[in-house]
């Protein structure tokens, strides 16, 4: 079983949950603006000439036509100078619609100087003989504290009696306020109830909320359909964040059937609009599973314009495009910037691989600590594979970071209590030697069992082991051959050697020597020295089939190579009788002593008697002696006999 931690792999990098798979949040309400430009009246007389000579005589409703069309230039130049004259002269006589436009004038500064005082007096005065468009621009004041004290409470009124009279804009402030629950109680229902009243009169943002709406089953029933109608609708007058929302459901397939060239469209129009979010996505679109998308170069000219804008998502993606050399070439250092700046806001891959980064000294100079310290952000963020990578830096220590088993078992155990599998097998071994808690082989099997449940090899592994041996849970050999058997199907050679020892030994099954042979086999052809060293064994008796000397001695030869003692000895014999091999005294002897080294009784007394009689060299009794002493000295019968014949 394995006795340490996995080590800190090379630069692994992280990759993001694009948030285009994601529900995308429901945006920032601004409740918050400026009085609307005002409107000119529907009515249209024949010329100017006519209005002004009405307006000229005292006509308030042609001295307020004037001023729009001074204020427009429509029959006339235009001139803001003359628009406050007339709007001014017809407020005078108590016309509702010309004190509206005289208050904005003053709350612009439109041909006169900027007075918030004068304009608040002059909404007042609109907004109390019921002029709509005066009331909500009364309302926008009370709102943002323009020329007067901010109260939300004071402009909800206003928006309400605003909207009550069927103005578009004072219905969707006034939806707004509940929506957000500014000066009113927040109220889902009452927000719908007046986003579909301004919707109905086609104002494009209050068609899209009215989506999220129906999106999120806010205020109504939720119906995905009916908010990619509302989406669409306000998508085709340019409303962005409703291109932008009508793309990512025409992604996703909610309320429409998925559409991935459709949901491109719209995330284009967005985009191009300067949307940062549908250019984050439109990114991810092109971008693909690392970088095998459709056009990667696109991918990134997207965005860079998202990260341009702080969309950590697209910065930390540059970052990755910069580092693989997804459409841009590679750049380290460009790279490292890129993730630093969606780490700082809390990006959490962004901050795993710039402390990788750190790690490994890419793009930047090597520091294990500053890595440790963007490990930790992500880590306290919840990321798991980070407190993975976080617990592997405190087990190993690094350059200026001393090891800290305990800060390392308890990073471990964040992660595999979120299921991440590695710090699952990794627990198991924090408790099975004690490296920083208290070894506890129940709670070494309750981990790796853990990890082994999600297909963990190595754990399947050591879990076969340990209901073979009994240790931490009961002994269930048939238990140990199921485990042996998951972890070898998936081609882990450790688990092909012991079932193949399972089958050999019938522990646990039936014994059967063709399927002990073919575990063995495929153990062996992964460089497994103990299964070399049984496969060799089957070859040379014929009990796995045809005997073939040859085959045996290769495999012999191959767990020699690694240092398994007891092939090291066999195939000394083998080169000692020329079974396999070409009969090699010299060669038989290199591999006794090999195996004499690690203290094999055989091996160093066939070495003591070749060196005593010279056989296949020149002769050297003290040499010869020492090593029949050591096997004697392990009660090796025929050692002792031959001290006893050389009369010692």
């Not at 963007?374 to 919840?382: H, I, N, S, T």
């Not at 920083?436 to 090899?457: C, F, I, N, S, Y």
């Not at 004499?596 to 002769?619: I, P, S």
């Amino acid at each position: 079983m394995k006795n340490a931690l996995t080590s800190i792999v090379a630069l692994t990098l992280l990759t993001a949950t694009s948030r285009a798979e994601e529900r995308p949040a429901v945006p920032e309400l601004q409740v918050e603006g400026q009085p609307a430009a005002p409107e000119l009246q529907k009515e249209e007389f024949p010329d100017t000439a006519g209005f002004r000579k009405a307006a000229e005589e005292g006509d308030k409703v042609a001295q307020y036509e004037m001023g729009g069309r001074c204020f427009f230039g429509i029959g006339v130049e235009k001139n803001e100078t003359e628009a406050f004259k007339w709007f001014n002269l017809s407020a005078w006589q108590g016309y509702a619609p010309a004190q509206g436009k005289l208050a904005f004038c003053y709350y612009k500064g439109v041909g006169v100087n900027q007075d918030m005082a004068e304009a608040i007096k002059w909404f007042r005065a609109a907004a109390g003989q019921g002029d709509a468009e005066a009331q909500c621009n009364l309302g926008l004041s009370y709102l943002c504290g323009s020329g007067v004290e901010v109260d939300a409470a004071e402009a909800a009124t206003w928006f309400r009696q605003a909207a009550e009279q069927g103005y578009a804009e004072a219905q969707k402030r006034l939806a707004a306020c509940y929506y957000v629950g500014i000066g009113r109680n927040k109220d889902m229902t009452e927000a719908a109830k007046w986003y579909r009243a301004a919707a109905a009169q086609g104002v494009a943002e209050a068609q899209f909320f009215l989506g999220m709406c129906y999106l999120n089953g806010s205020g109504v029933v939720k119906n995905a359909v009916e908010a990619v109608a509302w989406f669409r609708k306000a998508a085709e007058q340019g409303d962005t964040k409703a291109q932008y929302y009508l793309g990512w459901c025409y992604q996703k397939g909610e309320g429409v059937q998925a559409d991935n060239a459709e949901a491109i469209k719209w995330y284009r129009k967005a985009a191009e609009q300067g949307f940062a979010e549908a250019q984050n996505n439109l990114g991810l679109c092109y971008y693909g599973y690392r970088g095998s998308g459709t056009d990667v170069a696109e991918a990134v000219k997207w965005f860079r314009a998202a990260a341009a804008q702080g969309v950590a998502e697209s910065q930390f993606y540059l970052g990755l495009c910069y580092l693989e050399g997804h459409g841009v070439g590679k750049d380290a250092p460009l790279a490292a910037t890129w993730f630093r700046k969606a780490a700082e806001q809390g990006h959490t891959d962004a901050q795993g691989n710039l402390g990788m980064c750190y790690l490994e000294g890419v793009g930047v100079d090597k520091n294990p600590a500053e890595a440790a310290v963007w490990f930790r952000k992500a880590a306290e963020q919840g990321d798991m594979t980070v407190q993975q990578n976080l617990a592997l830096l405190y087990g190993k220590g690094e350059e200026g970071m001393k090891p800290d088993a305990v800060e390392a078992a308890v990073w471990t155990r964040k992660a595999a209590e979120q299921g991440q599998v590695e710090a699952q097998y990794n627990l198991g071994v924090c408790y099975r030697f004690g490296m920083g808690v208290k070894a506890d082989p129940r709670e070494m099997v309750t981990w790796w069992l853990k990890a082994a449940e999600q297909g963990h090899a190595e754990a399947q592994q050591n879990i076969g082991v340990c209901y073979m041996n009994g240790e931490g849970v009961k002994a269930d050999v048939a238990e140990g051959v199921k485990w042996f058997r998951k972890a070898a199907e998936q081609g882990y050679a450790a688990a092909q050697s012991n079932l193949g020892g399972c089958y050999k030994n019938g522990v646990g099954v039936k014994a059967d020597t063709l399927e002990a042979v073919k575990w063995f086999r495929k153990a062996a052809e992964q460089g497994h020295m103990e299964a070399q060293y049984s496969l060799g064994f089957y070859y040379m008796d014929g009990s796995g089939g045809k005997a073939d000397a040859k085959e045996g001695a290769k495999w012999w030869r191959k767990a020699a190579e690694q240092g398994h003692m007891q092939a090291q000895h066999n195939i000394g014999i083998c080169y000692l009788d020329g079974k396999g091999v070409d009969k090699n005294i010299p060669e038989a002897l290199g591999w006794f002593k090999k195996a004499a080294e690690q203290g094999d009784t055989n091996a160093q007394y066939l070495l003591g008697v070749y060196y005593v009689n010279g056989t296949g060299g020149k002769a050297d009794r003290v040499e010869g002696i020492k090593w029949i002493r050591k096997a004697a000295g392990q009660n090796h019968a025929g050692a002792q006999d031959a001290l006893k014949q050389l009369g010692l």
